[in-house]
Nanobody, 123 residues
Framework: QVQLVESGGGLVQAGGSLRLSCAASGGTFSMYAMGWFRQAPGKERAFVAAISIGGGIINYEDSVKGRFTISRDNAKNTMYLQMNTLKPEDTAVYYC????????????????WGQGTQVTVSS
């Protein structure tokens, strides 16, 4: 069983940047594909990005392509989401998630979840 803890959220102005981190413990991080999801006020939780075990397969939701970069450092048991050119519509609670096997876009494919970190982008 893997415990995931997100950090790095905060309040930024539109056009700014944040880097989120997801630290894993209690399992073998290098055996899990990882993903980032977000839930905006009044909205359902939605896919943001995912990365394969070795980092060779990466998927992004269309609205973040070119702005966000997902990465992982298996030696540090940590996944990252670099968010640039942030927009007010990026405001949400961001969650990291893990699963065995390939990266997926579907929420119900993930077995492990963090508690979330708030990202607020002001206009």
């Amino acid at each position: 069983q893997v415990q995931l803890v997100e950090s790095g959220g905060g309040l930024v102005q539109a056009g700014g940047s944040l880097r989120l981190s997801c630290a894993a413990s209690g399992g073998t991080f290098s055996m899990y594909a990882m993903g980032w999801f977000r839930q905006a006020p009044g909205k359902e939780r939605a896919f943001v990005a995912a990365i394969s075990i070795g980092g060779g397969i990466i998927n992004y939701e269309d609205s973040v392509k070119g702005r966000f970069t997902i990465s992982r450092d298996n030696a540090k048991n940590t996944m990252y989401l670099q968010m640039n050119t942030l927009k007010p519509e990026d405001t949400a609670v961001y969650y990291c998630a893990g699963r065995g096997g390939r990266p997926e876009r579907l929420i119900n494919k993930y077995d492990y979840w963090g508690q979330g970190t708030q990202v607020t982008v002001s206009s």
